[in-house]
């Protein structure tokens, strides 16, 4: 009988709705929980689809009894509101057992500096950073850290709550205007770039690391363009870091590339990265080693060396994504980028055909991101990470 894997989103994510067709592929019997509208919802490559409240909180209740009345082989939470609905969850309950992290380190889910401290104490390289909870010691913690600073909120996700100091006093001014706690990092030289991948129980599987050749929404946004990269010493890092966390599943980091070649990690995701469909594309088949893993055969496969990550003749390759590249070049008004990309045969196999059911949602979804952006902009609002 075919592992039932279900995967609970909030936020309507052109990649957390891909995500299906990869789990399905692995032999697993898909469900869906979501709010209706949605194009996780739409996915012809799920077995069910429950459609869930779109409020934070009832979500959090109706998942909880979902996830006691049922057994998963594995529980993908898929973005950050449904982690941090999660975290809201007294320790213990079922959906903060659903998280894919060892129960004593819950708090890197929702708290950037309690990662960053923890990867520190651990020797991971990670940015010098300050944990200031007065607004009276932010223009101190920002000198101690070179002057030039991001201030960032303790949580928050898609470069939303992050701002670039280039002084202490502003750096002072824009943790007044964020709130208090915030994290003050230290500004890294260098290029930044994101890692997928999928751990089972601390042990990496498989992984692959990219630059983020263009963002969308904004220079903080995701990656609209992966190019793949191998940097000195990052895998490590990375099956370090699962192993630390205990993590099971999907989830990836952001790193900066140093000047020397090595590299920094920035921040976690909990959470499946927007691009697990893309790993078949350079030869990380996250399908396979899902199977795997429900198999139980990646413990003692000798066979298999573990982690699979690209080869090295794909390094450097520049893969578009559809549609957050073309969507990219639309709201930048860059011609010679948006002609590129309809040129590329890597865009047009990074389009959903095999799961017509989702791609006929995608206008509707296009138009209602596009209102969504609009009102915000409107309110003198930024784009909501929710709706990227």
């Known amino acids: ?3 039932r894997v279900l995967v609970a989103g909030l936020a309507d994510w052109w990649g957390l709705a891909r995500i299906a067709r990869p789990l399905a ?24 689809h429950i459609i869930a409240p ?27 509101p449904v982690l941090y609905a999660a975290m809201a969850q007294p320790p213990g309950s079922v959906l903060r057992r659903a998280l894919p992290i060892d129960a004593q380190h819950h708090d890197v889910v929702g708290r950037k500096d309690a990662f960053l401290a923890l990867m520190e104490q651990h020797g ?22 070179g002057g030039r600073v991001f201030v960032k909120r303790c949580s928050g996700w898609g470069g939303i709550g992050v701002r670039g100091a280039e002084s202490s006093a502003q750096a002072i001014e824009h943790a007044r205007e964020l709130g208090m706690p915030v994290v003050i990092e230290e500004t890294l030289e260098g290029r930044v770039g994101f890692a997928c991948a999928l751990w089972d129980h601390g042990r990496m599987l498989g992984a692959f690391t990219s630059y983020k050749a263009t963002t969308f929404p904004g220079p903080l946004g995701g990656s609209a363009m992966m190019q793949i990269v191998e940097i000195l010493g990052l895998y490590e890092d990375m099956a370090r870091i699962g192993e630390i966390l205990g993590f099971h599943g999907f989830g990836g980091i952001d790193f900066m590339e ?3 070649g090595t590299a920094r990690a920035l921040e976690l995701q909990a959470r499946p990265t927007s691009q697990v469909h893309a790993g078949v594309r350079v030869e990380v088949d996250f399908a ?3 199977r795997s893993m429900l198999d139980g055969a990646t413990q003692d496969d000798s066979e298999r060396v573990y982690p699979v990550v690209p080869p090295a003749g794909i390094h450097g390759r520049r893969f578009p994504m559809f549609p957050t590249e073309l969507l990219r070049s639309a709201h930048d008004r860059d011609i010679k980028g948006l002609v590129s ?13 095999h799961d017509p059911s989702m791609l006929v949602h995608y206008p509707g979804a296009l138009t209602r991101k596009l209102r969504t952006r609009k009102e915000r902009r409107s309110r003198g609002q930024q784009p909501s990470p929710i709706d990227r």
């Open 1 to 3: 009988m075919d592992e």
């Open 341 to 353: 990309a309809l040129l590329s045969p890597r865009l047009w196999r990074d389009v959903p055909w």
């Open 258 to 260: 140093m000047p020397d």
């Open 54 to 80: 779109s409020d934070p909180v009832v979500f959090a209740r109706e998942l909880e009894s979902l996830l006691s009345a049922n057994e998963y082989a594995l529980v993908v939470l898929g973005d950050e």
């Open 288 to 290: 396979a080693l899902v």
């Open 25 to 48: 592929l692995a032999g697993c019997e898909v469900t869906t929980f979501a709010p209706a509208g949605q194009l996780l919802t739409a996915s012809g490559h799920a077995a069910r």
């Open 124 to 145: 991971v390289p990670v940015p010098r950073s300050a944990y200031v909870e007065e607004l009276s010691c932010v223009g101190e913690a920002a000198e101690s850290l």
